[in-house]
Protein backbone atom coordinates (compact mmCIF):
# COMPACT_ATOMS: atom_id res chain seq x y z
CA UNK A 1 0.00 0.00 0.00
CA UNK A 2 1.23 3.43 -0.94
CA UNK A 3 1.96 6.25 1.60
CA UNK A 4 -0.47 8.69 0.06
CA UNK A 5 -3.55 7.48 -2.14
CA UNK A 6 -4.76 9.65 -5.06
CA UNK A 7 -7.79 8.49 -7.66
CA UNK A 8 -5.63 8.75 -11.06
CA UNK A 9 -8.97 9.92 -12.81
CA UNK A 10 -9.31 11.35 -15.45
CA UNK A 11 -11.78 13.23 -14.14
CA UNK A 12 -13.81 15.52 -16.66
CA UNK A 13 -16.26 18.89 -15.23
CA UNK A 14 -18.04 21.03 -17.88
CA UNK A 15 -16.57 24.95 -17.11
CA UNK A 16 -17.81 26.36 -13.92
CA UNK A 17 -18.46 23.00 -12.46
CA UNK A 18 -16.73 22.91 -8.42
CA UNK A 19 -14.41 19.96 -7.97
CA UNK A 20 -13.23 18.12 -5.59
CA UNK A 21 -9.75 16.18 -5.80
CA UNK A 22 -8.67 13.86 -2.58
CA UNK A 23 -5.68 12.30 -1.07
CA UNK A 24 -5.64 10.09 1.73
CA UNK A 25 -2.87 8.63 3.68
CA UNK A 26 -1.56 6.26 5.97
CA UNK A 27 1.60 8.58 7.81
CA UNK A 28 -0.04 9.58 10.93
CA UNK A 29 3.21 12.07 11.23
CA UNK A 30 2.84 14.15 8.05
CA UNK A 31 1.76 17.80 9.53
CA UNK A 32 2.31 19.87 6.36
CA UNK A 33 -0.08 19.01 3.03
CA UNK A 34 0.72 20.89 -0.37
CA UNK A 35 -1.44 20.87 -3.28
CA UNK A 36 0.68 21.12 -6.50
CA UNK A 37 -0.52 21.58 -10.15
CA UNK A 38 1.64 20.55 -12.95
CA UNK A 39 0.97 20.91 -16.57
CA UNK A 40 2.10 18.90 -19.45
CA UNK A 41 6.09 18.83 -19.22
CA UNK A 42 5.91 21.33 -16.57
CA UNK A 43 7.31 21.60 -13.16
CA UNK A 44 4.26 21.49 -10.31
CA UNK A 45 2.81 24.62 -9.39
CA UNK A 46 2.31 25.39 -5.74
CA UNK A 47 -1.16 25.96 -5.25
CA UNK A 48 -1.92 25.73 -1.62
CA UNK A 49 0.54 25.27 1.31
CA UNK A 50 -1.59 24.06 4.65
CA UNK A 51 -0.50 22.97 8.51
CA UNK A 52 -2.00 20.27 10.60
CA UNK A 53 -6.49 19.76 10.07
CA UNK A 54 -8.40 22.64 8.85
CA UNK A 55 -9.29 24.84 5.88
CA UNK A 56 -7.46 27.27 4.29
CA UNK A 57 -9.29 29.16 0.67
CA UNK A 58 -7.27 31.34 -1.87
CA UNK A 59 -9.65 32.32 -4.53
CA UNK A 60 -11.13 30.04 -6.16
CA UNK A 61 -9.22 27.25 -4.26
CA UNK A 62 -10.36 25.95 -0.90
CA UNK A 63 -7.75 23.11 0.98
CA UNK A 64 -8.91 20.88 3.42
CA UNK A 65 -7.15 18.52 5.56
CA UNK A 66 -9.48 16.16 8.33
CA UNK A 67 -5.91 14.67 10.36
CA UNK A 68 -8.13 12.22 12.32
CA UNK A 69 -9.53 10.68 8.84
CA UNK A 70 -5.94 10.85 7.21
CA UNK A 71 -7.47 12.63 4.69
CA UNK A 72 -7.24 15.95 2.37
CA UNK A 73 -9.06 17.77 -0.13
CA UNK A 74 -8.66 20.63 -3.05
CA UNK A 75 -11.59 22.27 -4.12
CA UNK A 76 -12.10 24.62 -6.89
CA UNK A 77 -15.00 26.56 -7.89
CA UNK A 78 -15.86 27.87 -10.92
CA UNK A 79 -13.70 25.43 -12.74
CA UNK A 80 -12.24 27.04 -16.04
CA UNK A 81 -10.45 25.49 -18.89
CA UNK A 82 -7.24 26.38 -17.91
CA UNK A 83 -7.24 24.52 -14.92
CA UNK A 84 -6.90 21.61 -16.84
CA UNK A 85 -3.35 19.57 -15.43
CA UNK A 86 -3.09 17.25 -12.96
CA UNK A 87 -3.02 17.71 -9.67
CA UNK A 88 -0.60 16.43 -7.14
CA UNK A 89 -1.03 16.31 -3.43
CA UNK A 90 2.13 15.67 -1.29
CA UNK A 91 2.61 15.74 2.44
CA UNK A 92 5.39 16.00 5.24
CA UNK A 93 6.47 15.40 8.75
CA UNK A 94 8.01 17.81 10.70
CA UNK A 95 11.60 16.80 11.25
CA UNK A 96 11.74 15.62 7.13
CA UNK A 97 13.19 17.30 3.98
CA UNK A 98 11.21 15.17 1.80
CA UNK A 99 7.55 15.49 0.34
CA UNK A 100 5.23 12.13 -0.39
CA UNK A 101 3.60 12.75 -3.46
CA UNK A 102 0.15 10.80 -4.20
CA UNK A 103 0.27 9.96 -8.32
CA UNK A 104 -1.59 13.10 -9.30
CA UNK A 105 -5.27 13.21 -10.45
CA UNK A 106 -5.66 14.66 -14.34
CA UNK A 107 -8.81 16.85 -14.50
CA UNK A 108 -10.19 17.97 -17.45
CA UNK A 109 -12.34 20.83 -17.85
CA UNK A 110 -14.47 20.92 -20.74
CA UNK A 111 -15.96 24.28 -22.44
CA UNK B 1 6.88 32.69 -4.92
CA UNK B 2 10.46 32.03 -5.40
CA UNK B 3 11.56 31.15 -8.77
CA UNK B 4 13.46 27.92 -9.33
CA UNK B 5 15.18 27.81 -13.10
CA UNK B 6 15.78 24.95 -14.71
CA UNK B 7 18.02 24.12 -17.88
CA UNK B 8 17.83 23.05 -20.44
CA UNK B 9 13.92 21.92 -20.82
CA UNK B 10 14.59 19.61 -23.29
CA UNK B 11 17.97 17.50 -25.09
CA UNK B 12 18.40 14.72 -26.99
CA UNK B 13 21.34 12.95 -26.91
CA UNK B 14 22.93 9.59 -28.04
CA UNK B 15 23.15 6.73 -26.13
CA UNK B 16 26.69 6.61 -24.22
CA UNK B 17 27.20 10.60 -23.78
CA UNK B 18 26.43 12.64 -20.46
CA UNK B 19 24.17 15.39 -20.06
CA UNK B 20 24.44 17.92 -17.29
CA UNK B 21 20.83 19.57 -15.99
CA UNK B 22 21.34 22.70 -14.25
CA UNK B 23 18.71 23.79 -11.34
CA UNK B 24 19.06 27.42 -9.95
CA UNK B 25 17.27 29.32 -7.12
CA UNK B 26 16.92 32.83 -8.94
CA UNK B 27 15.88 35.29 -5.95
CA UNK B 28 16.38 33.18 -2.85
CA UNK B 29 18.85 31.21 -1.16
CA UNK B 30 18.70 27.24 -1.29
CA UNK B 31 20.66 25.05 0.90
CA UNK B 32 18.92 22.31 -0.22
CA UNK B 33 17.71 20.98 -3.45
CA UNK B 34 15.46 17.94 -4.42
CA UNK B 35 15.93 16.04 -7.87
CA UNK B 36 12.79 14.28 -8.89
CA UNK B 37 11.97 11.52 -12.02
CA UNK B 38 8.83 11.45 -13.51
CA UNK B 39 7.96 9.01 -16.30
CA UNK B 40 4.69 9.38 -18.10
CA UNK B 41 1.28 9.68 -16.43
CA UNK B 42 2.78 9.22 -12.95
CA UNK B 43 3.74 10.70 -9.99
CA UNK B 44 6.92 12.52 -8.82
CA UNK B 45 10.35 10.40 -7.62
CA UNK B 46 12.45 11.55 -5.40
CA UNK B 47 16.19 10.87 -6.90
CA UNK B 48 18.45 12.68 -4.33
CA UNK B 49 18.69 15.24 -2.04
CA UNK B 50 21.16 17.89 -2.90
CA UNK B 51 23.25 19.71 0.31
CA UNK B 52 25.63 23.18 -0.56
CA UNK B 53 28.87 21.44 0.07
CA UNK B 54 28.23 18.33 0.87
CA UNK B 55 28.14 15.12 -1.02
CA UNK B 56 24.38 14.39 -1.90
CA UNK B 57 22.17 12.25 -0.89
CA UNK B 58 20.70 9.33 -3.11
CA UNK B 59 17.47 7.22 -2.52
CA UNK B 60 17.30 3.53 -2.83
CA UNK B 61 17.82 2.00 -6.04
CA UNK B 62 19.19 5.42 -7.73
CA UNK B 63 22.73 4.86 -8.32
CA UNK B 64 25.25 7.74 -7.40
CA UNK B 65 27.57 7.15 -9.89
CA UNK B 66 25.62 7.48 -12.81
CA UNK B 67 23.30 10.47 -11.59
CA UNK B 68 25.83 12.92 -10.15
CA UNK B 69 25.11 15.67 -8.24
CA UNK B 70 26.64 18.86 -7.58
CA UNK B 71 25.70 21.56 -5.18
CA UNK B 72 28.69 24.28 -5.38
CA UNK B 73 27.18 27.38 -4.76
CA UNK B 74 23.66 27.91 -2.52
CA UNK B 75 22.00 28.81 -5.42
CA UNK B 76 22.61 26.64 -8.26
CA UNK B 77 22.92 22.17 -8.25
CA UNK B 78 23.59 19.96 -11.25
CA UNK B 79 22.31 16.66 -12.25
CA UNK B 80 24.80 14.63 -14.82
CA UNK B 81 23.21 11.78 -16.39
CA UNK B 82 26.69 10.40 -17.10
CA UNK B 83 26.63 7.61 -19.89
CA UNK B 84 23.32 7.85 -20.85
CA UNK B 85 20.98 5.05 -22.07
CA UNK B 86 17.32 5.00 -23.75
CA UNK B 87 15.76 4.04 -20.66
CA UNK B 88 17.10 6.88 -18.69
CA UNK B 89 15.18 8.68 -20.82
CA UNK B 90 12.44 10.55 -18.72
CA UNK B 91 11.24 14.17 -17.02
CA UNK B 92 13.57 15.54 -14.67
CA UNK B 93 12.46 18.01 -12.53
CA UNK B 94 14.81 20.00 -9.53
CA UNK B 95 13.19 21.42 -6.67
CA UNK B 96 14.61 24.02 -3.94
CA UNK B 97 13.27 24.80 -0.76
CA UNK B 98 13.00 28.43 0.09
CA UNK B 99 14.96 28.72 3.55
CA UNK B 100 16.30 26.64 6.03
CA UNK B 101 13.44 25.03 8.04
CA UNK B 102 12.34 21.68 7.24
CA UNK B 103 8.88 22.80 6.57
CA UNK B 104 9.91 25.83 4.66
CA UNK B 105 7.79 25.40 0.95
CA UNK B 106 9.28 23.86 -1.83
CA UNK B 107 9.27 25.49 -5.32
CA UNK B 108 9.72 23.67 -8.41
CA UNK B 109 11.84 24.35 -11.80
CA UNK B 110 10.33 23.84 -15.03
CA UNK B 111 11.40 20.46 -15.57
CA UNK B 112 14.19 18.57 -18.37
CA UNK B 113 12.88 16.36 -20.80
CA UNK B 114 15.42 13.65 -21.52
CA UNK B 115 15.64 11.69 -24.51
CA UNK B 116 18.18 9.13 -25.33
CA UNK B 117 18.54 7.34 -28.30
Known amino acids: QKEVEQDPGPLSVPEGAIVSLNCTYSNSAFQYFMWYRQYSRKGPELLMYTYSSGNKEDGRFTAQVDKSSKYISLFIRDSQPSDSATYLCAMSNNAGNMLTFGGGTRLMVKP | GAVVSQHPSWVICKSGTSVKIECRSLDFQATTMFWYRQFPKQSLMLMAT?????????EQGVEKDKFLINHASLTLSTLTVTSAHPEDSSFYIC?????????????FGSGTQLSVL
Open chain 2, 50 to 58: SNEGSKATY
Open chain 2, 95 to 107: SARAGVATNEKLF
